[in-house]
């Protein structure tokens, strides 16, 4: 599961309404790809559909899809999102990462 602080839930929201979508009925989409400095990068987007390999979860009246693979990385995994003058946006605190890129972008296990 992926947790979701209250942060994050309100620009997860306020960002989906500025990008046409519902936070009621449409989804976060939160993935890993090869790639970054650390060699795993995060992904997020908005998303309307589930894949047949989707996993669905919903904390905090946020619902989120995770595709398969992804899932085996972010289990446990809380978003959070850190703005003002050093605020990096959103911020994956992954419990599987042993070692995460200065910029917090990328991670390795």
Do not use: H, W
């Amino acid at each position: 599961m992926i947790q979701v602080s209250e942060i994050a839930k309100q620009k997860v929201i306020t960002l989906m309404t500025e990008e046409g979508f519902d936070a009621a009925t449409d989804y976060v989409r939160v993935g890993v790809k090869s790639g970054g400095c650390s060699g795993l990068s995060y992904e997020l987007g908005f998303d309307d559909k589930i894949g047949g390999a989707d996993k669905v979860f919903e904390d905090n009246d946020v619902r989120i899809i995770v595709d398969k693979k992804s899932f085996l990385y972010l289990v446990g995994t809380v978003l959070e999102y850190s703005g003002g003058l050093n605020g990096k946006g959103f911020v994956f605190n992954n419990p599987n990462a042993q070692r995460t890129c200065g910029c917090g972008e990328s991670f390795s296990l």
